[in-house]
């Protein structure tokens, strides 16, 4: 009964609510009517008044041109007016707004009109009161006058006059030209408004108050509508009306130039929304208005429905409570759960994480762990196969993210990053479980019938060494993930070490900058010798950077900066200019002092390290052809090392790139080979001249069973696509003896020499050649 009562007081409370939202929403249907009314009526003034405005300047264009022929049929000499007459009822018939023309003279006679007017009837212009004061202005004035509107019997129509004076050439003025626009034409401007459907009411009025057009009235209105002038009494107070409501009365607001609005009674006494504005060229106030019963009639419409809606939503809300009863648990508990979980996934979210945080703080005592797990490679894996197969790659990845850390609270943050919360637990335990959930990884997935082996990175912060919130164990966490990712060991733990290498590295950034134009950059070379006899076949270029501030900067350091920041790609014409002229030169030192058969291999080649970037950036093949060409290496043969994350970037780019080079006889060496993702297939489609094994392997050849079968296997893949190996990083004797058993046709590394400059390389060939 508790939860009955409960319920119909909710239901009472939302009856009571929705009682005044309709209140509200009247209330504010009643200011959008305003604003709405408001708009119209001022979108309307403003299109009245440029049309107005154009229409009397084309009419004054066209009196002036019409003046300017009549003068020189000699009109005003009153010699042929036939052929007058005969063009101005041309004019007249191509202009159907205007109800007749006629000049007269400076007396106010007209003495030539066209056809359709009786001049019998016609009046003295000047002698009338309705036309002398326009038709005195028109005399003084060069520029088009109205009259007040008026029946002229002659035509048997009311007209709104205009007239323009006609001078001659020196200035003297010979009379006016005088037209008229017919106020109830279907082709007058200002019947055919739109507007005026919605009510709106059309007022243009002269600056000695007579109206000059009002719309919406009958014929049988016109005489007292525009016989008269508003009433003094009414002006004064439409003035007190407008002074009261805009700070301006009627003479001050002629000089605004913008549209005014203003609530004011008519001459009925209805109240009317008028917005007005004023043109100061004829003199004209242009008035738009909507009567303000009919914003009522607007609102009583509003409110019609919005009683309906009311009425009907609170029938449909006593039904709706009754289900709602019975739904409101289950509901809440899917909501609840949406909310704070990751759909795909099913793992709890970050929002999750922030609301149980504390919680988590406090039942551990604050003693924790923070693992921030990011997949390698899983965009590039995403871009290749699609993002269905990154979703189910993404699922699975949670599987086992579940069945490697049972007791924490597994997160995904969204894309491929996973937290992992666990209690404390040892270094060691970490590791351990660290390891246990890569190798877990490691396995293939199957997927749409394709095999996925996938590896993560993983940073790991611990509370409350490392700090106690969980946005600064987060940000540490992160920063120990990207150190894992850069020196591909899977797992790192964040220490103080690491807050000062990422000042280092902005550090590093800084100088970068300019290191190019300090001249800081130079380059080193480290031989690569034949497998079986270990002889100098060739050398590699190796960068290195010697900054006045933070002295000598490992390239590991310096390089992926200037790959983010775009500097690699004029870090690396001068690597490739200057290893070309280098490279000349030891050979032209050794060639000077040495029999030319002895001193060097008839192939001495120069290996450059090409940034993935640089190969792809706009222009790169006409750069080194060009350089090829300057330096004219004659029998040095360049070898340019890409490695396999060129592929994963832009594949048919990079082959284009790369067939091209090869016809310039460049060889292509595959460097850092099996740290990558690529297939054999893609591999078997490129110009690669030669595989290059990585020092991470040839390392622990010596201890490593796995890493001994993997360069066998990368030699045998060579041998098979008929590609020469070279493995780099060869620092003993040992490794070298198991790389020429396996079948390896090149070495480079410390056992044979450590980088040298140019000296020490001409220094070193002299000895090889004694």
């Not at 189910?392 to 992992?420: C, M, P, Y």
Request: aromatic residues 10%; charged residues 25%.
């Amino acid at each position: 009964m508790k939860n009955s009562n409960g319920i119909w007081r909710t239901y009472g409370f939302i009856l009571i609510v929705s009682m005044l939202s309709a209140m509200l929403l009247l209330y504010l249907n009643w200011n959008q009517i305003q604003r709405d009314a408001r708009s119209e009526i001022k979108y309307a003034n403003n299109l009245v008044s440029r049309s107005t405005e154009l229409l009397l300047q084309k009419n004054e264009s066209f009196l002036r041109i019409i003046g300017e022929r009549l003068i020189e049929l000699g009109a005003y000499n009153q010699s042929n007016l036939s052929e007058a007459q005969e063009l101005i009822n041309k004019e007249l018939a191509d202009n159907q707004e205007l109800a007749g023309f006629g000049l007269a003279t400076i007396t106010g006679e007209l003495f030539l009109t066209s056809s359709s007017i009786d001049q019998n009837k016609l009046p003295n212009l000047l002698e009338q009161p309705e036309t002398r004061e326009s038709f005195i202005r028109a005399l003084n004035e060069d520029k088009l006058i109205l009259g007040r509107t008026l029946y002229l019997e002659a035509l048997n129509q009311w007209l709104i006059p205009i007239r323009h004076r006609l001078t001659d050439n020196k200035g003297k003025v010979l009379g006016v030209m005088a037209s008229a626009f017919k106020l109830d034409s279907p082709n007058n401007i200002w019947s055919n408004y739109h507007f005026t459907e919605n009510q709106v009411k059309l007022s243009i009025v002269r600056k000695d108050m007579y109206r000059q057009y009002t719309s919406n009235i009958s014929k049988s209105q016109y005489e007292d509508e525009y016989s008269n002038p508003f009433p003094l009494a009414y002006i004064e107070q439409f003035d007190r009306n407008l002074k009261q409501q805009t700070g301006n009365n009627i003479e001050e607001f002629k000089t605004q130039g913008k549209v005014t609005l203003v609530e004011a009674e008519d001459l009925s006494g209805e109240y009317q929304l008028y917005a007005i504005t004023y043109n100061p060229i004829h003199e004209l106030f242009i008035f738009t208005a909507i009567p303000m019963k009919i914003l009522y009639t607007r609102l009583l419409s509003a409110f019609s429905w919005i009683f309906i809606l009311l009425i009907w939503f609170n029938i449909i809300l006593y039904f709706l409570f009754r289900i709602n009863s019975r739904l409101h648990k289950s509901s809440e508990v899917e909501l609840a759960f949406q909310a704070r979980h990751d759909l795909l996934t099913n793992l709890p979210n970050q929002r999750y994480l922030v609301k149980k945080f504390k919680q988590w703080q406090n039942q551990n005592d604050g003693i924790f762990s923070i693992l921030f797990i990011d997949l390698d490679n899983f965009k590039s894996c995403n871009d290749l196969h699609g993002h269905s197969v990154g979703d189910k790659i993404l699922q699975e990845v949670a599987n086992r993210i579940r069945k490697s850390f049972i007791s924490g609270l597994n997160i995904r943050r969204g894309g491929d990053e996973f937290t992992v919360l666990l209690k404390d637990t040892s270094r060691q335990e970490l590791e351990r479980l660290c390891q246990e959930f890569n190798t877990s990884l490691s396995k293939p997935m199957f997927i749409n019938n394709s095999e996925f082996s996938i590896r993560a990175s993983i940073g790991i912060s611990n509370s409350p060494t490392h700090g106690t919130e969980l946005e600064e164990l987060l940000r540490k966490a992160d920063m120990a993930m990207y150190e894992a990712k850069r020196l591909k060991c899977n797992v790192f733990f964040y220490s103080n070490e690491l807050e000062q290498r990422t000042e280092r590295i902005a550090d590093i950034e800084k100088e970068l900058n300019n290191a190019l134009q300090k001249n800081e950059f130079s380059l080193v070379y480290q031989p690569q010798v034949d497998a079986i006899n270990h002889e100098i076949i060739g050398i590699e270029a190796l960068l290195r950077w010697n900054n006045e501030n933070l002295g000598n900067v490992p390239p590991d350091e310096f390089i992926p900066l200037a790959e983010s920041t775009g500097l690699i790609i004029d870090i690396g014409y001068f690597v490739i200019e200057t290893a070309m002229k280098e490279t000349l030169e030891v050979c032209q030192a050794i060639k000077a002092t040495h029999d030319k058969t002895k001193c060097l291999p008839n192939k001495f080649r120069i290996s450059i390290n090409i940034s993935v970037r640089q190969l792809l950036s706009k222009g790169f093949y006409n750069s080194f052809n060009s350089l090829l060409k300057q330096n004219n290496l004659g029998s040095v043969e360049v070898m340019l090392e890409v490695t396999e994350s060129l592929f994963i970037e832009d594949l048919n780019k990079a082959r284009s790139i790369l067939e091209l080079i090869s016809q310039l006889n460049v060889g292509i060496s595959l460097d850092d080979f099996g740290t990558g993702y690529s297939s054999l297939s893609v591999l078997n489609k490129l110009p690669i001249s030669e595989l290059k094994i990585d020092k991470s392997f040839v390392q622990d050849i010596l201890t490593s069973t796995q890493d001994r079968q993997l360069i066998q296997s990368i030699i045998n893949l060579s041998k098979s696509l008929n590609v020469p190996v070279i493995a780099e990083g060869v620092e003993n004797g040992q490794q070298a003896k198991f790389l020429a058993e396996y079948g390896c046709d090149l070495f480079q590394g410390y056992h044979f020499s450590k980088p040298i400059d140019k000296l020490g390389l001409i220094e070193l060939l002299e000895r090889k050649i004694k």
